[in-house]
Every structure is written in C-alpha cells, then in structure tokens.
C-alpha cells in the first residue's frame, strides 16, 4: 500500500532527524566545554567529527529526495513535511558547522589561558541547546503549541550575547594585546547567537507543515507573522 | 459574469440529479471559470463523469433520469437551450477515443457538415485548423483519407479532440482523457489541453491526481455520501488544493488515505 | 506469505509431471475427432456438389444455356428463360423486403426504446412485432406460399405473375433481414452515438452518417443470405409464379426460376439430365454468389477497420 510505505519512510527520515539532531547537539555542547575548559584533544574531535555531521546530512537529504520520488503523488501536508525536513536538515547541519568553528577558536585559543573566565558563552550553549532539543521534538512530533513557544527565547540568548560583546569590547579597551583572542571568543558567542536564529527557522517550518503558512517570527511582537 | 474578477463561464445552482429514485448528484454549487482548466476528482461513484455529461446533457440519452436545480451558460438555462444547440457548444472528448470507421477528413467535418456547412472550401479550412490545433496536422497531412481507425491510440485521441474543435464550441468536456493512453500521449495530450485552454473553458474529470495537479487550474474535489449521492467537498485554485487543502477530506483523499 | 507460495510452487510443480502427457493425449484426440467430424461434413457436401457438376455437364451447352424450355413431357429445350426470371424475382423481392426490412430493424433498435417508455400501448405493440418477428422467422416457406396464393393470386387478382412470387418471397425474407439488420445495428458501438450526438447532430444524422455505414456489412450479408434464399427456393414459387417457361415481359407475367425448373423437370418430364443441368448451373451461380458475398465483405471490413486495400 503507498499509504503505508510513505507512513514508513516518513518514520524514519523522522527518526534519523532526531539522530542528526544529538549529534549536533553533543557537538556544540562538547565544543563549548572544550573551549572552557581548554581541552584541546576534545575540541579536535569535536573539529573531526563535522565530517560525521556533513555525512550524516546528506544521507538525510538523499533519503527525503528518493522518497519524494518513489512514493508519487506526494501532495499537501507530506509535500510540506518532506520539503521541511529538507530544510531542517540543512539547519541542523549548519548548526553542525557553528560547533566546528567554536572547536576551531578552541584549537586556537587553547595554549593560553581565557582572557575572562567564561561564564555566559557556556550559559548561552546551554540554553541554546534546549532550545534546539525542544525544537527539534516540535518538529517530529509537529506539536504547533511548543514550536510557537521556542522563538521568544532567543532573546535571552541576545541578552546574554549583548553582555559578552560589551564585557570583551570593554577588555579589549582596557587591554589591546587580547584583541586577537577576545575576537575569536566573540566570534564564539556570535556563532551561538546564530545557532539560536537557526532554532528559530526550524520552528517556523514547523508551523508551516501543521497551518500551510510560512510565517516569520517576529522578535517585536513576540508572535509569528506572515513575511512582508 | 464576473467574481473575484475571474469570468465565470458555467454556473451551477444546487444542483441535483436522480437516476430514477437514486441520487447521484446532491447541492452542487460551482462555477467554471471561463478559459481556465478545471478540473473534478474524487473516488470512484461519487458521480464526477454524471456531473460532467450534464454540461452537455449526454443525460438526457440515458431513461428515468431527473434533474433539480439550475445550470446556466453565461445566463442561459442549459436544459430550456435546445440541445444540439447546446452540444455544438459544448464539446466532449471521451475516455476512450471513438472516431467513427471514416477517413481523417470525414471524421473531422462530421460536426461542421451535420451542422449544414456544405461549402467545401470552407470545410477544408476548418478541418485544417483543427487538426492542426490538435497538434496532429504533422503526422496525417499527407492521407487525409485514410481511415480514423487506423491511428495510433494516442493519435486517435488527438483525431477526437480535433472533431470536436471544428465545431467551434466554446467549451470542451473530457471524461478522463488521457486514461486509456501510454505516459507520453498522456504528457502531450496535458500540453494541448494548456494551449487549447487560452481559447476555450476546458472541464476535466480525471482520477489521476498527479494529472490534474500537472494540467489544471482549478479543481473541484467529489466524495460520496454514505446514501451514495455525490456531493462537492471542495472547490479551488488547484495549487492550493494539492499544497494546502482547506478541507481535511480533501487533505485525506488526496494523500491517499482513501479512495 | 512466501511460504505459502513455495509451497503452492511445488504442489504444482509435481502435477506438471503428471498430468502434462496425459492432458496431451487427451487434446490431441479430441482434435483428432473434430478434425474426422468436420472432413467428413465437407466431404458429404463435395459429393454432392461433384455429383450434381458431373451428371449435369453432360448436358451444358452453350445451346441449353440459350434456349427455353419447350414445355411438356419430353422436357426438350434449354433453360434460358430461368435465368433472367430468377434474376427479375431477386431484384423485385428485394426491392419490396430490403427497405421495409431495414426499415423496421432502425424502429426497433433506435426508436422502439424510447417509445416504450412513454406508453404502455406502444410496449405490448413492440413486444407483439418482436414475438411475430420471431415466429415468422421459422415459418416453412410453403405456407408463404399458400398465404401468397391466397392473397395475392386470388384475393388480390394479381394472378400467377412475377409480381405474386415477389411479394410472398419478401414476406419470407423479411423476418430474416430484420433480424439480420437488427443484430448489425446493435453490434454499431454505444460510443458511435455518443460522439455523433456530442459532435451536435441530431438523431437521424446519426442513424444515417454513422451507425448505417457502420452496420452496413452486417446489413449486406443478411440481404446477400435473403438472395441465396429465394434463388434456393421452390415451394412458394411453386404456388405463386406460375411456372411458365416463356420469357417475362413485366411483373405481371408468369415465370420460372431455376430451381422451380429443376423440380418440374423432375417431377413432370423424363428429363432428369436436364434437371440436373439446371441444378450444375444453380449451383455454379450460388457458389459465385458467396464467392461475391466473400469478396464484398472483406473489402467493408477492410475499409472500416481501416487497412488500407
């Protein structure tokens, strides 16, 4: 029965999302513990295993393009989900990919010690890697009711990013020989600013598969509308 | 008439049709947009090809057979027009192609001639034109004498449409017109439809999704009753109907969860 | 699932091993008998045909073929006149059975439907003309015959004439030309019509630009079967044309045809080579007739179906 075999192959693309999604997951939360706690053979495997990531993604998108193939017509809510799975697949492997680069300052920065203790880029990971999980369980479970409550916590994640820019530009005022490594830890916090926007669009597609409408979030109102 | 700024070629007005003490059809409510390709689907039985014959009152053959409600062509009551009147308005391709044991040239001046045309230049213009309107001047040019029946299934379907063009209707019908065809007859016939659609208010009925996502511009989604009437569900701008239906039985037939 | 199917696989399988020579032998004797069946049916029917061709060669003739019979016992004198008569008979029987046959085949088939629907007295009416079509169809020829006698010769005054035998011939053919015509116009496909009617013709346009030519083989055989008909028969001829051997000038004269010739040489003069001179000759013209009938046919067929001759 086509009905079935598409119910089936949906399961799995589902389940192997959620694979990608703890990969990617463990990747930034390891980079970020590297980073803090200089560790520099973790933030190498951490750098290493982008590869896994980047495998992993296409073998996802391959899998969603032969289903769209091979279980014709697909139409309405399944052509929006296979479309959205797509989407966050490319998503999570460029969340993937903020993880390398912050293993990548932890190579670099490893062999001296931080110009500050860091405290909120861990904060940061931290919430920004709840908020990836709860979004991404959205997702697959394409619970509309979570996914719309995720967005709004990008703010605490800006508030906090707002703070580590202004506390280095402050020590690199104070100090202009940490410039360089104050930078790379801005480049840090930035790439976990981005990761958070990135959960963001995931629970966008999220409403888009359950309403048919493609709505942006928008961090005035606090509430998805649609774009202009 | 006009709504939402599209013309509107076809009303239907609650709309019931009985074979007998059977109904068939219940409540239809619809407009054909006029030049655009609309499309019906729906399971088997729900009473799509009934709905189309009204359009051209190939009911009317069938015995015992009843109908309530209006159906009007930019405002004339179809069924007060008189009939053949009405069918040389009103065209019909079938599901299978059905062109008569004459040659090419007699199957595509039937219409023209039974309608009294008797000038024989003017004759050979029209079957000309549509033939090659019906993309299939190419291929039988050269033996416009050759019997009808001696085509390919897929050319015999172009033959079809060509008779019915050269009686200049202004509406065409087709009853799944591709279905008894091979994949590449069927693609050629969906790009004659898109042309032909530019000049004429083309209704299909179709039980190919994938067909009537490809080759219309709207669709009107059938289902069946439990007393086994057909009743409309859904009508639309088709992207929306395959992308995001309004209705969950639209959403549930169209991903084939039934039918 | 796979399980069962080997094992429905092999069950098979093993059968085959059984049961496939046997089946053979089986089919092969059974061809074997139809094949003995149907040589010996041809056979018989050569016989007769051989039979009749050699002992009636004796006596053809450019002189019997131009001459008409001299009449009495002796039965001297050729056949000329017969044939013409036949000839005169087939065409006069058609010209009276073929339209009215046809005819009335269209009402049944086209028209009867509907009207059947509207009143209950046009369906008992429609069902009495089917039923006597039936029956009429099985009639023997000589109560045609008798009935023609009656009618025509005698109430009618028409007298032994061309005219008489015509009008019962066509009493006889009629239920067969209906019937034939009947089963070629419901062998026209249902889909003709639609797509004549969906093209803005009318009923009648229909009935004559497509379902007609498209039924015309099946209609032309079952005229062709009526002529094989008449040129066959003896007993209401016997009883309605007379049986004079001179040569008709008009409907109202006497006749003979060749078979009427045949038996009344048989059975009034000593001249049974003569008869059976006739009956070669009557054969060759049946044979030629089919031979015609074949020839016609498959050129329709070719045509419509669309070959190209």
């Not at chain 1, 903020?98 to 919430?127: C, F, H, Q, W």
């Not at chain 1, 908020?131 to 916590?153: N, Q, T, Y």
């Not at chain 2, 969950?248 to 991903?255: F, V």
Request: aromatic share 8%; with cysteine; proline share 4%.
């Amino acid at each position: 029965m086509a009905r079935e075999t598409l119910d089936k192959k949906i399961h799995i693309i589902l389940d192997q999302i959620l694979v990608l999604d703890s990969m990617v997951e463990d990747a930034i939360i390891n980079s970020v513990d590297a980073l803090k706690r200089r560790d520099l053979d973790m933030s190498k495997r951490v750098y290493a295993g982008d590869c896994d990531i980047n495998k992993k993604r296409f073998d996802l998108e391959n899998e969603i393009i032969v289903t769209i193939a091979t279980t014709q017509p697909v139409m309405a809510t399944d052509l929006r989900l296979l479309a959205s799975c797509m989407d966050v697949v490319g998503e999570l492997e460029r969340i993937g990919d903020y993880a390398k680069g912050i293993a990548n300052i932890g190579i670099k920065t490893s062999d001296e010690p931080p110009v500050k203790p860091l405290i909120d880029i861990p904060r940061m990971a931290e919430i920004a890697v709840d908020m990836l999980h709860r979004a991404v369980g959205a997702f697959v479970a394409r619970d509309l009711e979570i996914a719309r409550a995720i967005p709004s916590e990008d703010d605490k994640v800006d508030a906090l990013y707002n703070q580590v820019y202004r506390d280095l530009v402050k020590l690199m005022i104070q100090n202009p020989e940490i410039i360089d490594r104050a930078n790379y830890l801005m480049w840090a916090a930035h790439n976990l600013e981005r990761m958070a926007d990135r959960v963001t669009n995931i629970c966008e597609r999220t409403a888009y598969i359950v309403t048919g409408q493609l709505l942006e979030y928008s961090s005035s109102d606090d509430e998805m509308i649609a774009p202009e | 008439m006009n709504q939402n700024g599209k013309e509107i070629k076809i009303n239907v007005k609650d709309f019931n049709f009985y074979y007998g003490k059977f109904q068939a059809l219940r409540d239809i409510n619809m407009d054909i947009p006029k030049n655009k390709i609309t499309s019906i689907i729906g399971p088997s039985g729900c009473g799509k090809s009934t709905f189309l014959r009204s359009f051209n009152r190939m009911n009317d053959l069938i015995p015992n057979v009843n109908v309530k409600g209006e159906v009007t062509m930019e405002s004339e009551n179809i069924f007060e027009m008189d009939v053949v009147a009405l069918r040389q308005r009103v065209g019909m391709v079938f599901q299978r192609p059905n062109p008569f044991p004459k040659s090419i040239f007699d199957n595509v001046a039937y219409g023209p001639r039974a309608a009294g045309l008797r000038d024989k230049t003017v004759v050979e213009e029209l079957v000309e034109r549509s033939l090659k309107q019906a993309a299939i001047w190419d291929e039988v040019k050269d033996d416009l004498n050759k019997s009808g029946l001696a085509l390919s299934g897929g050319q015999q379907q172009r033959l079809c449409i060509a008779r019915a063009l050269a009686v200049e209707p202004e509406v065409i019908l087709m009853d799944e017109p591709a279905s008894a065809l091979d994949p590449i007859s069927t693609l050629r016939i969906e790009e004659l439809i898109r042309i032909l659609a530019e000049n004429y208010t083309i209704v299909i009925v179709t039980h190919n999704m994938q067909q009537a996502a490809r080759a219309s511009d709207y669709s009107a989604f059938f289902n069946m009753a439990e007393d086994r009437a057909g009743y409309l569900v859904e009508f639309g701008e088709t992207v929306k109907i395959f992308t995001n239906p309004t209705n969950q039985l639209t959403e549930d037939y169209i991903t084939g969860r039934f039918g | 699932m796979s399980a069962n199917i080997t094992t429905v696989n092999r069950s098979i399988a093993s059968l085959q091993n059984n049961n496939m020579s046997t089946r053979k032998i089986i089919q092969k004797i059974a061809f074997g008998i139809m094949w003995i069946f149907a040589a010996l049916a041809i056979a018989m029917l050569l016989w007769i045909i051989i039979y009749v061709l050699i002992n009636g060669a004796q006596v053809i003739n450019l002189e019997f073929l131009t001459t008409r019979p001299r009449g009495g016992v002796s039965g001297e004198g050729g056949m000329s006149t017969t044939i013409p008569t036949t000839l005169y008979l087939v065409v006069s029987t058609l010209a009276l059975a073929a339209p009215l046959g046809i005819g009335a085949a269209i009402y049944l088939v086209e028209y009867a439907g509907e009207v059947e629907k509207e009143s209950r007295a046009a369906r008992i009416l429609i069902r009495v003309a089917r039923t006597g079509i039936e029956i009429l169809a099985g009639v023997p020829s000589i109560i045609f015959g008798l009935f023609g006698f009656t009618l025509f010769v005698s109430i009618m005054k028409l007298g032994f004439s061309l005219l008489s035998g015509g009008l019962a011939a066509a009493c006889l053919i009629l239920p067969v030309i209906i019937r034939t015509t009947e089963e070629a116009l419901l062998s026209v496909p249902m889909s003709y019509r639609e797509g004549s009617l969906a093209l803005g013709a009318n009923k009648w346009q229909t009935i004559t630009s497509v379902i007609l030519p498209a039924a015309s083989p099946g209609i032309v055989t079952g005229i062709v079967l009526s002529v094989g008909r008449i040129i066959a028969e003896t007993a209401i001829f016997w009883v309605t044309i007379g049986g004079s051997y001179r040569m008709p000038e008009n409907l109202a004269s006497a006749g003979r045809t060749m078979s009427l010739h045949v038996f009344m040489l048989a059975t009034e003069t000593r001249a049974f080579d003569k008869a059976m001179g006739t009956s070669a000759i009557l054969i060759i013209v049946i044979v030629l007739l089919n031979l015609v009938i074949n020839f016609i046919s498959s050129r329709f067929e070719a045509k419509f179906m669309g070959k190209k001759v």
